[in-house]
């Protein structure tokens, strides 16, 4: 496709469920970034892949969310044991290169999820 | 800790006339500014990137400055149109990482 697609768009779940949302990049995008974004915030940076491995995860709030790109292309963020405090837009984005930041970022639409 | 901030309130504006963003920063010396605008229900979308060593850059109707002096970044948009009502997002580099603002939100009044 011509950008950065993500799914589900929307996810409706209960509290302690296991929840998984998909990326896909822009093709040929080596670098590929999971934000979190809440209402009246910008996005809040969770983890960044060069290729297949996790670069920088220093933005994950705790070991319930995992991020896996295994080959170097579709992404997956994991959310374990959710809480009502996960319900936000997530937001993926990629770019070319090796992740300098003078390249820009192509984000996708975004899941909406939301913890009942 | 390094911050980035915009001004929370919305900024409304009438059609033809210029909007000023403002993002200020702190505790950090970023190597690059960029910008985006986010409308409801959809990603950011990039707009402008200007370096440190770059006083101002344009695109059209856009205009970005870059004052190292007083850590901050204004954002221009020139003869304002109902269209360009969105959110703006302003966002410094931290290693690997883009550091966003909470976004100013322009509505611009036909």
């Known amino acids: 496709g011509a950008g950065v697609s993500q799914t589900p768009s929307n996810k409706v779940t209960e509290k302690g469920k296991y929840v998984e949302l998909r990326c896909d990049p822009i093709?040929?995008?080596?670098?590929l970034y999971w934000y979190r974004q809440s209402l009246g915030q910008g996005p809040e940076f969770l983890i960044y892949f060069q290729g297949t491995g996790a670069a920088d995860d220093s933005g994950l709030p705790n070991d319930r969310f995992f991020a896996v790109r295994p080959e170097g292309s579709v992404s997956t963020l994991k959310i374990q044991r959710t809480e009502r405090g996960d319900s936000a837009v997530y937001l993926c984005a990629s770019s070319l290169g090796s992740g300098n930041l003078d390249n820009e970022q192509f984000f996708g639409p975004g899941t909406r999820l939301t913890v009942l | 800790s390094q911050k980035i901030e915009q001004n929370s309130e919305a900024l409304n504006i009438q059609e033809g006339k210029t909007a000023t963003l403002t993002c200020n920063y702190t505790?950090?010396?970023?190597?690059?500014l960029q910008w985006y605008r986010q409308d409801p229900g959809r990603g950011p979308v990039f707009l402008l990137l200007i370096r440190e060593n770059e006083k101002e850059k344009r695109k059209e109707r856009l205009k970005v400055t870059f004052d190292t002096t007083l850590k901050q970044s204004l954002f221009h948009i020139t003869a304002s149109q109902p269209a360009d009502s969105a959110t703006y997002l302003c966002?410094?580099?931290?290693?690997?990482?883009?550091?966003f603002g909470s976004g100013t939100r322009l509505l611009v009044r036909p």
């Open positions: 093709s040929g995008h080596t670098a």
């Open positions: 505790n950090y010396s970023p190597a690059y």
């Open positions: 966002a410094h580099d931290s290693s690997y990482k883009l550091i």
